[in-house]
């Protein structure tokens, strides 16, 4: 059963080598993110799953002690998705959202439970999503969840996708929704909607959704909100 999950965003930018000068910008962002792992580290979960955008469609599985690197962005950081080894992991690398994901432990100093990572890409429908996330809820008797992924990439005239006017209004009710641990609203995230405006963390959050009782035990908490370089970013927790 899910007892809590902490939600995150997953730009390479979050990584201070990777940021460089930069890195001060998101320094707000990285300590909502570090409240967030505290949460979740607070439930004692017996299991943690990292949920994060992939490439292909997955659901696409990586065992504890996966690596992921930050090379193609021109910094020689690697990262192991938690401690010690797990399955088989030989051949297999972190996308770029996990690797983010296991920074993000490693900063935190995460050693509470087995750790083991899934990719969920972008055509990946919503009712697969709920189905891998009900799949993962019933992997331990406390299931933790770590979520990556970005909301729109659309909000300033420079952001990666140029400027929607539907962006703004997508991602305020996307923050009210993960801040209220609003599983409904999840589920019916507009798909067609969420890929125009370049949304990586639609799978992973309709995952969640997925994932979530539905009895409302969960109550969340919006951490942080706010869109540098013109993608938002939110951090959430539901305990």
Do not use: N
Not at 103 to 121: I, K, N, Q, S
Not at 219 to 229: K, Q, V
């Amino acid at each position: 059963m899910l007892v809590a999950a902490a939600v995150c965003p997953c730009p390479p930018l979050l990584v201070p080598e990777v940021a460089a000068g930069a890195a001060p910008e998101l320094d707000a962002a990285r300590a909502a993110c570090t409240d967030a792992l505290g949460v979740l580290a607070a439930a004692r979960p017996d299991l943690l799953v990292v949920v994060g955008p992939s490439v292909g469609t997955g659901p696409e599985s990586y065992p504890q002690g996966t690596p992921g690197s930050f090379r193609g962005f021109g910094v020689a950081r690697d990262v192991r998705l938690g401690r010690g080894e797990g399955g088989d992991t030989a051949g297999r690398e972190l996308p770029h959202g996990l690797a983010v994901g296991a920074w993000l432990l490693e900063r935190t100093g995460w050693a509470d439970a087995p750790v083991e990572g899934r990719g969920v890409g972008e055509p990946l429908t919503a009712e697969r999503c709920a189905e891998e996330g009900e799949d993962i809820a019933c992997r331990a008797e406390r299931v933790g969840m770590l979520v990556l992924g970005d909301a729109s990439a659309c909000r300033t005239l420079k952001a990666p996708g140029y400027l929607d006017e539907r962006a703004a209004p997508f991602d305020a009710e996307l923050a009210r929704a993960l801040g209220a641990a609003d599983t409904g609203a999840l589920r019916a995230l507009d798909t067609g909607l969420a890929r125009e405006l370049k949304v990586s963390g639609r799978a992973p959050w309709q995952v969640l959704a997925g994932a979530a009782p539905g009895d409302g035990r969960l109550e969340g908490s919006l951490l942080y909100d706010d869109a540098p370089y013109g993608v938002g970013y939110l951090v959430a927790t539901w305990s």
